[in-house]
């Protein structure tokens, strides 16, 4: 199925986003309207204050429209409560990081159960799912180690074993090799790429155009406007 014919995952229209500083409006987006099918990958790139730090938020159910409309999964989530964006959250988005956010004192194995925590689910469970989420990132040996006792490269597969604990539907991947060097980045892009290829939809924001070369979209935003975008869903 491509993306051309495949149901939208993500659907915006005329999103806009502002924001008072001071006696001044900041338009952080001023527009934007964007479709992105399950089972694509899609790299956001744009300068700092360009907007996509903002429009990934929106996306990710962390921030709410000024204006405009946005359906995750046919689901309109614009007008929602905080409480319902986080219960969106919790069943449909799995987040990773540029700094991995992993609790320090934890295993790997109890980082990744946290979101199952979060949603309830019973301890047996938590367990047997979160071992299968650091297996399928190649860490099935390492589940009872810290964080200070993996490398780099280790903790980010913990933090996306820990995006797909709750089987969601879209990975949100905010400058996920940041702090890595160039061989481990690789590593983390062929994770996603290969979870993307088993029809997981991942949407990556960067700023580094050979990150970007992973994705099979690409997508520009300056000045809050996508400018470029390399493979419209239609």
Avoid at 15 to 41: C, M, N, P
Avoid at 99 to 112: D, G, H, I, K, Y
Avoid at 118 to 126: F, L, N, P, T, V
Avoid at 157 to 178: F, M
């Amino acid at each position: 199925m491509t993306a051309h014919t495949a149901p939208a995952l993500i659907e915006v229209s005329r999103l806009t986003k502002t924001y008072q500083l001071g006696d001044q409006t900041v338009h952080a987006l001023a527009g934007v309207s964007l479709r992105i099918a399950e089972g694509e990958f899609v790299a956001i790139m744009g300068a700092s204050g360009s907007g996509k730090s903002t429009l990934m938020n929106i996306l990710g159910c962390l921030d709410v429209p000024t204006t405009g409309h946005y359906a995750l999964a046919g689901e309109a989530v614009e007008g929602m409560s905080s409480d319902q964006l986080a219960s969106v959250r919790n069943r449909r988005i799995g987040f990773v990081f540029q700094q991995f956010n992993l609790l320090p004192r934890t295993s790997a194995l109890e980082n990744v159960e946290l979101p199952m925590v979060y949603a309830g689910i019973k301890a047996a469970e938590r367990h047997q799912r979160a071992q299968a989420a650091l297996a399928r990132v190649g860490l099935g040996e390492r589940t009872g180690h810290t964080p200070a006792e993996l490398s780099g490269g280790q903790q980010q597969r913990v933090a996306i074993a820990r995006a797909l604990v709750n089987s969601p539907q879209l990975i949100l991947a905010d400058e996920p090799t940041g702090a890595l060097d160039t061989a481990t980045s690789d590593e983390v892009m062929r994770l996603l790429a290969d979870l993307n290829a088993q029809g997981m939809t991942v949407v990556l924001v960067t700023h580094e155009h050979d990150i970007a070369a992973w994705a099979r979209r690409k997508i520009v935003v300056r000045d809050g406007l996508i400018i470029e975008d390399t493979g419209v869903a239609t």
